[in-house]
């Protein structure tokens, strides 16, 4: 036998590694590192890295930049409308309950404007006074846009677009018939498209993420706390997990259609389905369902409780006889201002009771789309959420409860005497939910839902590749 036929098989023999299957090219080639490791250097030969790059650190570092210039604003007009000690409390009407703007709302802004109007107490009721925005026309014309809302509306579709031809593409091309006849597995070919196209993704979000952070640590004016910080990185943390999701979404059409114009025409339709169109037809749905009554017939409702209560407080006081003492009198008092309060109160859960429907049943609706449920997880952890309007808001009915009493005594005080000392106010204070507390409510479930919703999309993509004729 010739060196030439020792050296080479003939060429209709096939390549066959050993029994460990080590020195198999194909076992090589379709390895799951090494798919990856192909999928991340083909993203990064054809610049698609460095262009993700480029939009995520354009956008977000843009957002961020508007939203500094934007808390640093309602700094300014929060020190213009907070009472000022005493002096301030002077008047029977005045802003007594006002929330510093949360520093975490340069990431995600969420309800930081209504958390910051201003709460005028009386005896009356809690008037919703001026808003930190208010005092600049500058808020009136422009909103700008924080990263929440760019990683929701437009890095999600930049995550869609990086995967939708990915296998399809491949289809079209020709070359994956010859994949999966190389030996490569189905499975294996998907797992490493979706970690090495994922890398390319994330990687960059991520560079972008830590960039953000350190500049939030140049800011004087945020002094973010321990907690904060770590709020900050879980942030990141979950609009990693949408883009992820959305990656999946395109990967997940690729696998199921054979052209890339198709899977592209779908991949943009399920975005505007999910991103815009779910959560706008479950509001309105939701307001369908729920009755709610308007804010009107509550202001009036209140007002003609004040007025009775306030005539049989009056003739109480007139039936007294004159020897009576000054302790009954000021008793008899205040029990005509407690069934005032009481008679407010139930007026005002007549009210919160449907508006508390309607918030669930929108909120439940709209978590049809995994990208609502994002923004509900993404506003609760940066403490701007519905949850902790609604937690500010009862914070307020206590501190009107807990302060009733001298308000009464300063109106009193004023009625009878011109000259009296008006009853000084306690301070209001507001303590927000901790990181715990938040990741252990509702925004647990957004999350398990966001991370179900892509490993679905996931074993999606796996079966649809499955199916995929090779003939």
């Known amino acids: 036998m010739s060196d030439e036929t020792t050296m080479h098989p003939p060429a209709d023999q096939p390549r066959r590694a050993d029994r460990s299957g080590r020195n198999s090219p194909p076992a090589r080639a379709g390895s799951l590192g090494v798919l990856a490791g192909k999928e991340l250097q083909e993203a990064f030969q054809s610049r698609q890295v460095a ?10 570092g843009l957002g961020l930049f508007l939203m500094l210039q934007d808390y640093r604003l309602r700094l300014e007009n929060y020190d213009l409308i907070r009472p000022e000690g005493a002096e301030a409390q002077s008047e029977p009407v005045a802003p007594v309950a006002v929330v510093r703007p949360n520093p975490l709302s340069v990431l995600a802004r969420g309800l930081d404007d209504a958390m910051g109007r201003s709460f005028e107490l009386s005896v ?50 020709g070359t994956l018939k010859l994949l999966l006849a190389s030996g490569v597995s189905r499975g294996r070919l998907l797992l490493g498209k979706l970690a090495g196209g994922l890398a390319g993704l994330l990687l960059p979000y991520a560079t972008v993420a830590v960039a953000a952070l ?61 991103v ?5 037809v479950a509001t309105l749905t939701a307001r369908q369902l729920a009755d709610t009554p308007p804010v009107e017939e509550l202001q009036v409702l209140r007002n003609q409780a004040f007025e009775q209560g306030m005539i049989e407080l009056l003739e109480a006081r007139q039936a007294l ?77 206590d501190y009107w ?11 009193i005080s004023r009625i009878e005497s011109d000259d009296a000392a008006p009853a000084p106010l306690p301070t209001f204070t507001y303590a927000r939910r901790s990181l715990g507390e938040v990741l252990t409510g509702a925004t647990l479930l957004d999350l398990a839902w966001l991370a179900l919703a ?9 079966r649809s590749l499955d199916r995929y004729d090779v003939r």
């Not at 869609?160 to 289809?171: N, P, Q, S, V, Y």
């Not at 815009?276 to 706008?280: C, G, K, L, W």
Request: aromatic share 8%; with cysteine.
């Open 51 to 60: 262009a993700i790059t480029v939009v995520i650190a354009l956008l977000l």
């Open 124 to 173: 009356v009721m809690v008037t919703i006074g001026t808003t930190q925005a208010a005092a600049n026309d500058l808020f009136a014309l422009v909103r700008p846009p924080d990263p929440l809302y760019l990683t929701h509306a437009v890095l999600s579709l930049v995550a869609l677009l990086a995967a939708f031809d990915l296998i399809c593409g491949e289809k079209e091309a």
């Open 214 to 274: 350190l500049v939030l640590a140049l800011v004087p004016e945020l002094a973010l706390t321990g907690e904060q910080w770590l709020r900050a990185a879980v942030f990141f943390g979950v609009g990693a997990l949408y883009l992820a999701f959305f990656f999946a979404l395109g990967l997940a059409i690729s696998c199921r259609v054979e052209r890339s114009t198709s899977a592209l025409v779908l991949g943009l339709f399920a975005w505007v389905v999910l």
């Open 276 to 280: 815009f169109a779910t959560p706008a």
């Open 321 to 397: 006889p004159p020897s009576t003492p000054p302790e009954e009198m000021e008793r008899q008092i205040r029990e005509g201002w407690r069934r005032i309060v009481e008679k407010n109160e139930a007026i005002s859960e007549r009210y919160r009771r449907p508006l508390g429907r309607l918030v669930r049943t929108a909120r439940t609706l709209s978590r049809i789309s995994p990208a609502a449920s994002y923004v509900h997880a993404a506003t609760a952890i940066a403490g701007t959420g519905i949850d902790d309007e609604t937690e500010l808001k009862a914070r307020v009915m």
């Open 401 to 411: 409860g807990e302060t009733f009493p001298r308000l009464a005594e300063r109106t």
């Open 454 to 462: 892509t490993a679905l999309l996931v074993a999606w993509a796996a």
